[in-house]
Structure formats: structure tokens, C-alpha cells
């Protein structure tokens, strides 16, 4: 008996990132049921200032770094993967040098080829247009609000963002990844977050960088579902290990889990 559509269509779909996947759950979801054919099996790994490299905190919840999340633990399906690689710069302002920043990117992108041998990337650039705009005042305010605690200067931040812009390019072009620059206009007075009108527009020029992406409104999936924005397998709220079972989400046509 032939498969079913769904099963014999199957996709991973990995996002690695921080704020802006968080913010853009909602956008980001709806973007990719609109262009990604056949079911869904969704891995994230999200969080206001998510790092790279080590374990971060937000208010009052820690999560760990993602080359130390549970995501490297799981087990997956053989089955064709695409992979986007965004808000690449938190850790900047956690005291890392770029050459680790990058280090940590081109080891996520060797261990994720580790686990699927059909894998598509799409990496975003940090948003220099952006960053260059801001006066010394939205510099403060976006700061404190973003990474209160921070001490790190304009100058130094901004220096830092473009040797690391240059180091994903080069990284982007050594590893045949595809490579989106982020659009001046997604942005408002906050420098590194997509403006909530923008969202649906910048996700789906990122996700136009995986092959086979349909425009919107070919997706011949019937039904949008709309899943909550997922907690993590592991974290630490008010000291105490929060350990949230896995998949989050788990719908024919769409699997979620978080990590």
C-alpha cells in the first residue's frame, strides 16, 4: 500500500536563534506551513538572549547554551532537513570574541550534517544597517532594556558586529550556506528585533533561501495550525530544573519541540 502524502513528504525543520524566532513565533509558524509542502517535523531552539555558547538569562529563566542543549541528545528521522541559522550576535555582549562566536556557528552547522545527510542552510547576517543608524541615545536605551547590566560600549559593539559579519560571510561561502542579509526596514528604534509588521515579510526571505519553498498561498496544506510558542526541554526558572516533555506540539502535519 503507497504511503500517505503526508509521511512520504515529511521535512525537518531546524531553527537555531534567540529573540527574534521568539518574538516571531506566531510569523515565523504561519510562513513555514505556507511554503513548506507535506508534514512538519519543527525543532527550535529559541529564548530572549539565547546564546551560543553558554548558558544565558532572561528575567528570571536560564537556558542553556545551544551547543549544550538536549537537541544534540535526540534521535531523528531520516528525512530531508532545512536549517536556518539566525540572531548570531548575543554574544557579543556576553564577552565573547568573535572568533568564538563564529567557532561556535561552523560547529552547529558540522554536527547538524552529523545527523542528516540531505540538509539545507540559510544563515543570517547581523543587522549592520541597522546597528550603524542608532545614535549614542537609542544605543543606551536599546542596551539597558535588551541586556540590562551590560557595560559594553557603542563603538565596541559596533566594531565587533561587523568583524563578525565578515567572519558568517566567509564562514557562509567556505561551508555553501546560503547567506540573507537583513533588510534595513524590518527594523525600528530597536536595532536587532524585527518590527512586528515586518515579521511575516523577513521570514519569508529567509525562508526563500531553502530550495523547493513555495510562494505564499501555493501550499496546498489545508488546515494553519497555530501552536503556542513551545517551552523549552530544559531550563532553570527561579533556581529551581524545569524539565518540559517532548514533542510540545504533535499534529499530523506539524511536530514542535523545543529545546
Keep these: 500500500m503507497p504511503e500517505s502524502p503526508t509521511s512520504t513528504a515529511a521535512t525537518a525543520v531546524v531553527l537555531f536563534g534567540a529573540s527574534n524566532l521568539t518574538l516571531g513565533w506566531s510569523a515565523l509558524i504561519r510562513q513555514l506551513q505556507g511554503r513548506l509542502p507535506g508534514s512538519l517535523e519543527v525543532h527550535c531552539l529559541l529564548g530572549m538572549g539565547r546564546s551560543w555558547i553558554r548558558p544565558s538569562r532572561y528575567g528570571l529563566r536560564v537556558l542553556p547554551g545551544i551547543l549544550q542543549s538536549q537537541f544534540w541528545d535526540n534521535s531523528v528521522r531520516d528525512v530531508p532537513a532545512k536549517v536556518l541559522l539566525t540572531d ?3 554574544d557579543i555582549i556576553y564577552g565573547f570574541t568573535v572568533e568564538q562566536i563564529s567557532a561556535a556557528v561552523l560547529e552547529t552547522v558540522r554536527r547538524v550534517r552529523v545527523r542528516w545527510e540531505n540538509v539545507e542552510f540559510v544563515m543570517t547576517r547581523p543587522p549592520i544597517s541597522s546597528l550603524q543608524s542608532l545614535s549614542a541615545f537609542r544605543f543606551a536605551v536599546a542596551r539597558r532594556v535588551l541586556f540590562p547590566g551590560s557595560t559594553l560600549t557603542m563603538q565596541h559593539v559596533l566594531e565587533q558586529a561587523r568583524a563578525l559579519d565578515e567572519q558568517l560571510q566567509e564562514l557562509g561561502w567556505q561551508e555553501q550556506l546560503t547567506v540573507v542579509e537583513p533588510q534595513a526596514e524590518w ?6 528585533h524585527v518590527r512586528r509588521g ?7 526571505v529567509m525562508l526563500a533561501g531553502w530550495s523547493s519553498t513555495l510562494q505564499a498561498g501555493e501550499c496546498p496544506n489545508s488546515r494553519v495550525l497555530r501552536p503556542p510558542l513551545p517551552s523549552a526541554a530544559l531550563q532553570i526558572r ?3 530544573e524545569r524539565r518540559v516533555p517532548q514533542p ?11 529545546w
Design 88 to 90: 548570531i550576535g548575543n
Design 187 to 192: 527594523y525600528g528604534w530597536d536595532p536587532i
Design 198 to 204: 515586518y515579521r511575516d515579510p523577513a521570514f519569508a
Design 238 to 240: 527561579c533556581g529551581r
Design 248 to 258: 510540545v506540539f504533535d499534529h499530523a502535519d506539524l511536530q514542535i519541540s523545543a
